[in-house]
């Protein structure tokens, strides 16, 4: 079936490492990917996102590459900061619908 | 700046009781789409409506939960009778256009508590 796959979380990193979160995906044929964020007690917002194969998504220092061989779109980012804390969540779209399908998210906490 | 609104923020029932949530989309976006969101999990859509009409609720549990977007504005989605299980935040997103791959905007959520 669309199904989005992310690694468990929570990933815990100090300040200016370097991060990456995985996100696999199935799917029949090329669906557009996202990377949404949750800060503690808000909505969903955009991060990024890519429409087709080998785009490269990139905000606020965030990046994805769309890679079809390996059906994957991970999140990097080279130096996170504590106001990154929030959970990270990789979606695709489903059907004709524009329908998203989320993954189960990734819980990032940066400390000092 | 133009935002999805929804009411509550939070609400507290008991089970067995009915409980309702508003949205307020986006002025002009014509898609809005109800998720429900249970702690620890990703958003999994309940229903979408394309104006007035209902595109796709394939995963609304019918015999509990009804969703209306009579005007083809606002939206309201109710539980009736809430149980246990249905605690869980709520989102509303809206959206301008299901062509060109236009973002879907998200409002804050409505955390539901069954007690």
């Known amino acids: 079936g669309n199904s989005v796959t992310q690694m468990e979380g929570p990933v815990t990193l100090s300040e200016e490492a370097f991060l990456t979160i995985n996100c696999t995906y199935t799917a029949t044929g090329y669906p557009s990917l996202f990377w949404y964020v949750q800060y503690p007690g808000e909505g969903l917002q955009l991060l990024l996102k890519?429409?087709?194969?080998?785009d490269k998504g990139s905000n606020k220092g965030f990046e994805a590459t769309y890679r079809k061989e390996t059906t994957s779109f991970h999140l990097e980012k080279g130096s996170v900061q504590v106001s990154d804390s929030a959970v990270y969540f990789c979606?695709?779209?489903?059907?004709?619908?524009?329908?998203?399908?989320f993954g189960t998210g990734t819980q990032l906490k940066v400390e000092l | 700046e133009a935002e999805v609104a929804q009411s509550p923020r939070y609400k507290i029932t008991e089970k067995s009781q009915a409980v309702a949530f508003w949205c307020d989309p986006i002025?002009?976006?014509?898609?809005l789409y109800w998720y429900r969101q249970i702690l620890g999990q990703g958003p999994e859509l309940l229903v979408q409506f394309q104006d007035e009409s209902v595109v796709d609720d394939s995963q609304l549990p019918k015999d509990r939960f009804s969703a209306e977007r009579l005007k083809g504005v606002d939206s309201t989605l109710k539980i009736q009778p809430a149980e246990l299980g249905d605690s869980a935040m709520y989102l509303c997103a809206s959206q301008g256009s299901l062509t060109g791959n236009t973002e879907a905007f998200f409002g804050q959520g409505t955390r539901l508590t069954v007690v």
């Open positions: 979606a695709r779209l489903t059907g004709g619908g524009n329908k998203l399908t």
């Open positions: 890519a429409t087709k194969a080998d």
């Open positions: 002025s002009g976006h014509a898609t």
